[in-house]
């Protein structure tokens, strides 16, 4: 999907993760589920595409509750589709 939306195939992971990592912490979270092993979150954040199309992307992370003080996790991420 990355590929026909963006233009980003899977040797330009650098490039979308470093894409995520800039806007991440600039963009309001759109879901937060918490339950016995920790907390996902999901941020809707704009790429850029090496194609010169800017989509949607969700980001789903997930920080665990123990050990205490993790850092968030990338768990997954798609073409967001309403």
Do not use: C
Not at 1 to 29: C, N, P
Not at 65 to 80: A, C, G, I, M, Q
């Amino acid at each position: 999907m990355f590929a026909a939306e963006l233009g980003i195939h899977q040797k330009h992971w650098e490039y979308l993760s470093d894409q995520i990592a800039q806007r991440v912490t600039s963009t309001s979270v759109s879901r937060i589920d918490v339950d016995a092993y920790g907390t996902r979150y999901e941020v809707v954040v704009s790429i850029d595409g090496l194609n010169g199309a800017t989509v949607p992307v969700v980001s789903a992370w997930f920080v665990p509750h123990e050990p205490p003080d993790n850092p968030p996790r990338l768990v997954s991420t798609y073409v967001y589709r309403p």
